[in-house]
């Protein structure tokens, strides 16, 4: 019989005792594919490769569901992933009317005390000046089935069994870029308005005694005052609420969407001051905090919404932006970053990043 040296017994042993722990390894290690990135664990933007103004992204029952601008209608995508809607399953849940309605704009998906809504824009096909605010509700807890007719808001008397509402008048009157704020057990809804006559387009504030109700007054939060906020126009737009430990942010789009300036801004409240009081939010930064990046060729980045990451870990920025300075807001596509936080607890928002970058994906994600 052949008899091994010791020496070489040991090695073999040790060879065969490492390959379990080796293949484990293996196993553990991101696998990628034959241009060396990461498909499981990374990313790269723009989530869609179709332009997707205006997008936002609702984190429900273990999927990610986007909406964001389609002029003439609202589809909802589904996806199980946050970082890629590419082949997501698709559903038409609004479609403008023939003559009556057009230029439907930005809906906001809201998961709002267990039910679903969607607020958006409309106008009456006539001008640009008579957008209005409007929301529909869905008929279940699946976002991808039936929703109902379209209720206007900001405020409209007739919508009221209180005499003393019905006999207010109607707010009829510029209106955008709604969002919903839960706050201490009650609902507002903020928006971007014009004040009388039209100048500047302000943030408004007003109390809402349900998801489908607005109560008046509407109450002045905010006028664009600074530089960053005038470019083209002076604009403030798309508000989108942030909660954390305790503190409420409002993050907010500033200079005209049609401009490589288009930039994010930001003003808060806390220890559950009255929101409806202007001067209980704090309104002092004065520079974008989110805004072009001409070395990465990002421009007009704006109208963000804020989703968490599939292990609710992470916070992430949903935003639309054009690759070139000279677009003016026509190719605007939907992209995605990683928030961090700041020690103070506030939003602490990265440097836009180009397109086609490989990106650490979102945590959890498979």
């Known amino acids: 019989m052949f008899q091994k040296h010791p020496t070489q017994l040991t090695c073999t042993m040790r060879i065969l005792l490492l390959l379990p722990l080796f293949g484990a390894l293996c196993q553990a ?14 990313y790269t933007n723009p989530i869609l490769d179709h332009i997707a ?3 936002n992204i609702l984190k429900y029952n273990g999927f990610y569901y986007m909406v964001y601008t389609l002029q003439d209608r609202i589809e909802i995508l ?24 057009c230029a439907c704009w930005a809906p906001e998906l809201h998961n709002i005390r267990g039910e679903l809504f969607i607020y958006f824009t409309m106008d009456d096909c006539v001008a640009d000046a008579n957008h209005r605010m409007y929301v529909i509700k869905a008929d279940s807890n699946d976002p991808m089935g039936i929703w109902s007719s379209p209720v206007r808001l900001p405020f409209c008397p007739a919508q009221f069994k209180n005499l003393l509402y019905r006999l207010l008048p109607e707010e009829n009157i510029y209106a955008i870029d709604g969002t919903v704020l839960q706050y201490d057990n009650q609902l507002y809804f903020i928006w971007t308005g014009f004040p009388e006559p039209p100048g500047s ?6 109390r809402m005694e349900n998801p489908m109700r607005v109560l008046p007054p509407r109450i002045l939060l905010r006028t664009p005052t600074m530089d960053w906020e005038m470019h083209g126009y002076p604009v403030n737009e798309g508000p989108f ?43 002092d930064l004065n520079f974008c905090l989110f805004q072009r990046n001409d070395a990465e060729n990002v421009f007009g ?8 990451s599939p ?12 690759d070139d300075v000279n677009d003016l807001g026509i190719n605007r596509r939907a992209r995605i970053q990683k928030m961090d936080w700041n020690a103070d607890n ?21």
Not at 31 to 39: E, K
Not at 78 to 101: C, D, M, W
Request: charged share 20%.
């Open 201 to 206: 387009m302000n943030l408004y504030i007003a």
């Open 346 to 366: 506030s939003p602490k928002f990265p440097a836009a990043i180009g397109i086609n970058k490989p990106l650490p994906a979102p945590s959890g994600e498979q």
């Open 29 to 42: 290690l991101p696998q990628f594919n034959s241009s060396g990135v990461n498909q499981e664990r990374f």
């Open 78 to 101: 589904k996806s199980p992933i946050l970082s890629n809607f590419r082949n997501a399953e698709r559903k038409e849940v609004f479609h403008v009317y023939n003559g009556r309605n």
């Open 53 to 55: 103004p205006d997008p």
């Open 301 to 308: 980045t704006g109208h963000a919404s804020f989703v968490r």
């Open 311 to 322: 292990d609710d870990s992470e916070l992430w920025m949903v935003y639309h932006a054009v």
């Open 241 to 283: 609420i942030v909660q954390n430990a305790g503190r409420t942010f409002l993050i907010f789009s500033a200079s005209s969407t049609f401009t490589p300036d288009y930039c994010l801004g930001m003003m808060g409240i806390d220890d559950m001051r009255d929101p409806l009081i202007q001067s209980n939010w704090w309104n």
